[in-house]
């Protein structure tokens, strides 16, 4: 039977202006990336800010000294430290903030602790008379702040400057931080040496991991679309009324189409909003040589289109077999889930993307498109083209066999109600059809 392109256009127009003209797709395209925004803002920056506060409201330090070891140690302390924004530059250069803390000598440790409790000092700290041979003493503070370590860094520079006093304070920096101020170089993708800041490092991570899970979500959301669709229209018996005029080929082809059009829609709905949002630091990110070569943009839409077409067709068969939408969405959790597998080996594949389970986790169909994302997004990586051209080659040909298997499901099983059938009754279809 020759197939329609009539046919199956009107199937996917029909599918895809059914979806995007949803309520609930427009909030996902608008209000999740609002919402998302919402929580980085009231839960994220306020922990990375957290750093620098701590060191604004460390103002004055309290000293019991028993040993005498401290007794000409400075009476201030200078921390310096980066903004909570890595990108953040002045001149070119890294902005830097300096935070000044007092420091108070007490003549026992009551007069400390009470200082302590009048907030007249932020911390105190009890040296006792061995500790010289020991190294232990005793920190207290008005509150235990459990997401920051800033506060050590005040009491131990001005412990390292005290026991190296009257050394000059130059030389004092160099002996507690020598890689306080180093310039550390490493090769790029194009094997030139480049310089590897706080800024390129988190721009290193969030890159790859934001590809991968751009495409792990196109992928995701395409076949969640067929999913839901064909459930529904098979339990409200629409599709015995569409069979009437198309072919179950047709079908199929229409609204792999049609649905997977309307989750590339959502997709690229937020990487427009995402474009938009970081026009703030575009500048910051030109000054870094942000770019993706055009072999790795082609490679990356060449594994969404199989990835989408993998997973669809699965979709399109657990939609056929089941007999209802929520019993649908059990058979698909775990296909799903391996879709996202690569992020729990995240360390793995952009720290050593030519590792042997980095290279087996790309000829994996379930895994391929994201892992092989994040390996080419990864710096300083070099993953040959054999590589790609293989890992394409499987996931090519597993998408077809899933789409020939899902076909011949499709045919037979959407027209199915009631108790969802058992493996030896799937294989009796696949056999029939």
């Known amino acids: ?26 909030f996902t395209l608008i209000g999740m990336p609002l919402l998302y925004a919402v929580l980085f803002t009231l839960v994220l920056k306020p ?22 070891l401290f007794s000409a140690a400075p009476s201030e302390v200078w921390i310096e430290a980066s903004p909570t924004n890595p990108f953040a530059k002045k001149d070119g250069k890294k902005k830097t903030e300096r935070f ?13 602790q009470a200082a302590l409790r009048d907030s007249t000092v932020h911390q105190l700290i009890v040296v006792p008379k061995d500790y010289e041979h020991t190294g232990a003493l005793r920190r207290y503070a008005r509150t235990d702040n459990l997401f920051t370590a800033s506060d050590q860094r005040v009491v131990s520079r001005w412990i390292v400057q005290g026991l190296l006093h009257p050394m000059d304070s130059t030389r004092v920096e ?28 988190t721009l290193d991570l969030l ?28 339990e409200s018996r629409i599709l015995e009324s569409m069979l009437c005029t198309v072919s179950p080929e047709e079908l199929l082809a229409g609204k792999l189409l049609g649905l997977g059009g309307a989750g590339l829609t959502l997709v690229g709905g937020w990487i427009l909003l995402m474009t938009g949002a970081m026009g ?8 870094l040589h942000v770019s993706l070569p055009p072999m790795v943009i082609a490679v990356m839409i060449a594994y969404f289109m199989l990835g989408y077409l993998f997973y669809g067709s699965l979709m399109i068969g657990i939609g056929a077999m089941a007999s209802s939408m929520r019993e649908a969405q059990q058979f698909s959790m775990a296909f799903t889930m391996m879709n996202f597998i690569p992020f729990y080996m995240l360390s793995i594949l952009l720290g050593h993307p030519d590792s042997k389970l980095a290279v087996a986790m790309s000829m994996i169909p379930f895994t391929a498109p994201v892992s092989s994302m994040l390996r080419l997004a990864a ?42 059938p058992n493996l030896p009754e799937i294989l009796r279809w696949l056999r029939q059809a």
């Open 379 to 420: 710096s300083g990586s070099h993953v040959p083209g054999w590589e790609i051209a293989l890992s394409l080659s499987i996931l090519a040909a597993s998408a077809a066999g899933v789409l020939v298997l899902s076909a011949k499901l499709f045919r037979i099983g959407m027209l199915m109600y009631g108790k969802a």
């Open 280 to 287: 703030s630091v575009a500048p910051a990110m030109g000054l």
């Open 47 to 68: 922990q990375a800010s957290e750093r620098l506060g701590a060191l604004r409201a460390f103002d004055a330090l309290g000293v019991v000294d028993s040993s005498g």
């Open 1 to 26: 039977m020759s197939l329609s392109m009539q046919r199956i256009k009107t199937v996917a127009r029909r599918d895809y202006l059914y979806t995007v003209r949803r309520r609930a797709f427009a």
């Open 207 to 234: 890159l790859p991991l934001a590809l991968g899970m751009l495409l792990g979500l196109s992928i995701l959301i395409g076949g969640q679309y067929l999913l839901q669709g064909i459930s529904e229209e098979k």
């Open 100 to 112: 000044h803390t007092t420091v108070r000598q007490f003549s026992g440790e009551a007069a400390g």
């Open 174 to 201: 160099l002996l507690t931080q020598p890689l306080a101020r180093e310039a550390l170089y490493a090769p790029n993708r194009d094997g030139v040496f480049e310089e590897k800041d706080e800024a390129r490092e």
